[in-house]
């Protein structure tokens, strides 16, 4: 099993040091480095190819953040209080062995984006918010108009440059116009 390297990025030292303890006693080979800072999270990114990284709600909200992993495919798992889920919530509160089966399951299913094969289709709700994109809608408005964290808003939008290779507003616009998930009329309002 290869070794995963995990950045731990988070303001708070004692969420960094108790997920790198949590970590190094699981049995799988896993190595994580830490950080508090967004700058600093990104030359440990370059150096030392990063598989995952786990992020607290903090840091994922500031809009700095939200710029730089649109521009990434790593995996990104965020600490919240909402319930751990398969859309990229960890709860703040889950067990050793929970965070051990994420992980297992992480490495087993081989969840490094750079291997996983392209989608063309988007999901129901990612057309949704290609939609909401394209009409000028920003992330906080999209996950309230949905009923979504913001960080799952996040998720569906990496999702979709990811499968489309779209990466502006303006991109998305002339894809929903092409797809029929906007009208013309709409897009000029």
């Known amino acids: 099993m290869p070794q995963l390297k995990i ?4 303001q708070s030292n004692i969420i960094r040091q108790g997920i790198q303890l949590c ?3 699981l049995s799988i080979p896993v190595k994580a480095y830490l950080s508090s800072e967004i ?3 990104r030359e440990i990114i370059e150096k030392m190819q990063i598989g995952l ?3 607290d709600e903090i840091i994922a909200s500031a809009k ?7 521009n990434t495919d790593l995996k990104i798992i965020y600490l919240s209080f909402e319930k751990s889920s398969k859309d990229g919530n960890m709860n703040i509160n889950i067990s050793q062995k929970e965070m051990g089966d994420l992980l297992r399951e992480y490495i087993d299913n081989g969840n490094d984006s750079k291997n996983q094969e392209t989608e063309k289709g988007l999901s129901k709700r990612e057309n949704e918010v ?3 994109l394209s009409l000028g809608a920003g992330n906080k408005e999209i996950a309230q108009k949905l009923h979504l964290s913001l960080h799952t808003v996040l998720t569906h939008r990496k999702n979709i440059i990811r499968k489309l290779g779209i ?3 303006s991109g998305l616009t002339v894809y929903a116009i092409l797809n029929g998930i906007i009208t ?4 000029a309002i």
């Open 130 to 132: 290609v939609r909401m």
């Open 23 to 25: 970590l190094n006693d």
């Open 39 to 41: 700058e600093t999270a």
């Open 184 to 187: 013309i009329e709409e897009a």
């Open 7 to 10: 950045l731990v990025l988070s």
């Open 64 to 70: 700095e953040f939200e710029k730089f992993i649109i």
């Open 167 to 169: 990466k502006t507003t």
């Open 53 to 55: 990284i786990i992020v």
